[in-house]
């Protein structure tokens, strides 16, 4: 099965055209890139790979190289495997549903 990583401290202007390109091309190793809003200056997100050989080869290859001009980071993604439409809510989201129920209950 195929493997999702996550890249992070990608410009705040990426995006998913050139993404492919930095990681492969259109090559057919790439089955989707799921870009998430920029916060922070940076925009981050994910790039699902057909194998995890070639998800493999990305974070070997790209985590910690630059991109124009920022050092970017690409780990495998915790979620494992390939992304779900389900999963396309972002983590700061998660984090500010969670502490307006947190200060709901007080």
Known sequence: ????????NLPHDANEAQVRKLFGGDGGLIQRVKLLPAAGGETRGFVDFRTAEAAAAAIQLHDGGDHCGRRIAVAASRRGGVAKKSDRRSAGARARRKEAREASRE
């Open 1 to 8: 099965g195929g493997q999702s990583v996550f890249v992070s």
